[in-house]
């Protein structure tokens, strides 16, 4: 009996993620310099140290990129995308909102899409506040991760 019920769970989990259509894991957000990079060298550490000195040095900043990683299993080919919606205030408290897509190509393995933010509309937009980033297939939402602040 005890084997049943565990035979028994282990379809009911599987079942549960094959209906599962996508899910967007991570989200890290990064600041870029003049020249578009994230890092002056390729080690994590560095990186780390770089993004610390670029936050205490914005005059530095020319623009901020979302590397998302995403996983979708049972989606239709080229109808999926990732949408990161932004928030941010003005000097003046005034709220902003901005919108950024991505098309990206279904993969069963994790994936990463950059969305980057950079230029003219990101220096006129003020700080951001909060982000949302969502995993759309067609018309439909499938997954969703947000900042604390959204």
């Keep these: 009996m005890r084997r049943l ?3 028994l769970l282990l379809f009911v989990t599987m079942a549960v993620f094959a209906a599962e259509t996508g899910k967007v894991v991570k989200v890290l957000p990064f600041l870029l310099d003049e020249q578009g990079r994230i890092a002056k060298s390729p080690s994590l550490f560095d990186r780390d140290a770089y993004q610390a000195h670029l936050r205490l040095h914005t005059n530095e900043i020319s623009g901020i990129r ?3 990683l995403w996983k979708a299993g049972k ?3 080229g109808k999926l995308k990732v949408r ?3 928030r941010g205030t003005l000097a003046d408290n005034v709220p902003k909102t901005k919108t950024l897509e ?4 279904p993969g069963k393995t994790g994936e990463w899409t950059e969305i980057k933010f950079t230029g003219d509309d990101y220096h006129d937009f003020g700080a951001i506040v909060a982000w949302r980033t969502t995993l759309w297939s067609g018309a439909e939402q499938v997954a969703e991760q947000k900042s604390f602040l959204w």
Excluded: R
């Design 5 to 7: 019920l565990t035979v």
């Design 66 to 68: 979302y590397d998302v």
């Design 75 to 77: 989606a239709e080919a």
């Design 84 to 86: 990161l919606e932004l």
């Design 102 to 105: 991505a098309e990206i190509a």
